[in-house]
């Protein structure tokens, strides 16, 4: 795959949703540092992953992908660091027992800094300023000294990242997550919304560890049941970071991304002979391509000989994201494409980035019933084509904000203003989160039961 590569071949390539920084010196010396430094990630948890994605894909288990939309400076705090972790554990538990297969936890964590933007500027009273991109490359107040890409910012993002998988290293061994918890992982919204449900399950989780106990089989001596295998993603948008943290695998002697254990290409950077494909292309990673609805057969099958030529399992996740109404318009055809090649991929739904609105009180949301209806109509396509749905990706957080209306608690147009924390785009809150793990848990326990009657 990477015999004709280097990492720095994308420097060669058309470049968009990129900074242009003003002082070369500056930009070279933090790239220089970057390159000193340990990676974030290593080369075997990539490998690990990238066989679970593989069982994923053959319907042998689900990967849940979730976390901020680009993640704060400002707002970086353990506290929240744990509180996503419970929550994505939580949801996790419901789909592992709807699903009835082990769930691949993904955060979009330690990595998630950059975001692309629908235009290079923004104007307010006139003023016309570059867009913010993120803390990884600029400020979002809006003045022009803070709206200059600083490369600076990557030495930060570096250790704010290093630390978060710290933490969430030591969250997911050191007993947080041992499932004798479950319980406990709760973040103040189970009290309502939910609760008896999550309750319910909770009891009858406890009730089986019981039995097994009773029985001989004691879960404190299975390693599986008290820790969790947690990684984590980003999109790989800022290139020169994503450069300067490329590492060859000692074990293998080909380049691995060593930002995250997984990076993805945007629908903005998916073009097949951009600078985002050709990094991409090169590192061993398990690679994500996030598929809209300018998606074409042509522009998937190219960029599927691009970035798995080998067709290798677990090594693609196709990471669907339409618009509640639009995906029986646009997922079928793709589908087929996938089929008619013979290609080893992972379908994956983002429900959330098709679903963007402005409120009438002028805030950008995303409304919780659109989001469902996405999610439902991504299953009700694989049911048809009889292929696998196999994950789900979220903008979500542990944080109790509103940003997403609706769900149970009806987070309304005029509530947005209460917790309105985002500073790009709008996420689920936790009590949101859990509301769609069940719903998705429904659709794969009736995967599972179509399953056992065709069968």
């Keep these: 795959m990477t015999s004709n590569w280097t990492k720095s071949d994308w420097r060669a390539k058309p470049r968009i949703q990129m900074p242009d920084y003003t002082d ?15 990676p974030l990630v290593f080369a075997g948890e990539a490998r690990r992953l990238k066989a679970e994605l593989g069982r994923a894909a053959r319907g042998e288990a689900f990967l849940l992908q979730g976390g901020d939309c680009a993640e704060s400076f400002a707002e970086f705090s353990a506290d929240t660091i744990r509180d996503t972790f ?38 307010k ?11 990884i490359i600029n400020d979002l107040p809006f003045t022009p000294e803070a709206r200059i890409p600083n490369p600076d910012k990557m030495l930060q993002a570096y250790t704010q990242a290093a630390a978060t998988l710290n933490l969430l290293r030591a969250f997911s061994t050191g007993g947080f997550a041992d499932i004798h918890r479950v319980h406990s992982w709760t973040t103040g919204f189970a009290e309502e919304d939910k609760a008896a449900a999550y309750r319910d399950l ?13 029985a001989g089989v004691h879960a404190d001596e299975i390693e599986s049941l008290e820790t969790v295998d947690f990684y984590t993603s980003h999109e790989a948008l800022l290139l020169e970071y994503e450069e300067a943290l490329c590492r060859i695998d000692s074990t293998s002697g080909l380049p691995v991304a060593g930002s995250g254990h997984m990076i993805w290409i945007g629908d903005r950077t998916r073009q097949p002979d951009g600078a985002h494909v050709e990094f991409c292309r090169g590192v061993q990673n398990p690679i994500g391509l996030k598929c809209g609805p300018t998606t074409t057969p042509e522009d998937l099958k190219v960029l599927m000989n691009k970035l798995n030529p080998e067709n290798e399992e677990g090594r693609l996740t196709l990471i669907a994201r339409f618009g509640a109404g639009k995906v029986a318009e646009h997922l079928p055809r793709l589908i087929e494409t996938v089929k008619a090649e013979g290609a080893n991929v992972l379908w994956v739904c983002d429900a959330m980035h098709g679903n963007t609105v402005k409120s009438e009180s002028g805030f950008k949301t995303r409304p919780f019933e659109r989001v469902l209806s996405e999610v ?49 785009d709008p996420r689920l809150n936790a009590s949101q989160s859990l509301e769609l793990a069940f719903l998705v848990a429904e659709e794969l326990s009736a995967n599972r039961e179509a399953a056992r009657k065709a069968g």
């Design 376 to 424: 439902r109509e991504f299953f009700a396509c694989h049911r048809e084509a009889g292929t696998v749905p196999g994950g789900v990706h979220f903008e979500m957080t542990g944080k109790d904000v509103t940003e997403c209306t609706g769900g149970v608690r009806a987070v309304s147009d005029e509530d947005l203003s209460l917790r309105y924390h985002t500073a790009c």
């Design 24 to 38: 070369a010196a500056a930009l070279a010396k933090v790239e220089e540092q970057l390159a000193a430094y340990p």
């Design 202 to 214: 909770s009891n009858r989780i406890a009730d089986a560890l019981d039995f097994m106990a009773a």
């Design 125 to 135: 009273d006139g003023v016309e300023l570059p867009s913010y991109r993120g803390d």
């Design 86 to 123: 419970k929550v994505m554990l939580q949801m996790a538990v419901v789909l592992t027992y709807g699903a009835k297969v082990p769930v691949v936890k993904v955060g979009r964590m330690a990595g998630q800094f950059a975001k692309p933007r629908s235009a290079p500027t923004e104007v």
